[in-house]
């Protein structure tokens, strides 16, 4: 069993918030205006989400098991050190948007 999971469930969830403030926004019309700006800004914030997910390089993952962030990362770094070494390929710089 994986210790990763895919994302793409919560991308869907963020579609569904999106829908689901695009609906609250019609039937808003008539409410005052902070209602109709909370919805707004759920709206923006889900899409705003959305566009930031769908620029990455790849889908993003969720790891499960145990460690804290920082280890995890450590970690995951290490092995592509690794695997580069191996491979003989120029090493990533962590950080960099490539």
Known sequence: MSKFLRVGLIAD?????IEASSMLLEHAQGSEAETRQIARDIHDMA????D????LSCEPIIYTGK?????VIDMLEKLLQRAEA??????????SDG
């Not at 460690?67 to 280890?71: A, E, F, L, R």
Request: hydrophobic share 30%.
């Open 52 to 55: 930031f997910m769908s620029r």
């Open 67 to 71: 460690g804290s962030t920082d280890q």
């Open 13 to 17: 969830t963020i579609n569904d918030i």
């Open 86 to 95: 191996a491979s003989g390929a120029e090493p990533a710089n962590p950080g």
């Open 47 to 50: 899409t705003n989400l959305l």
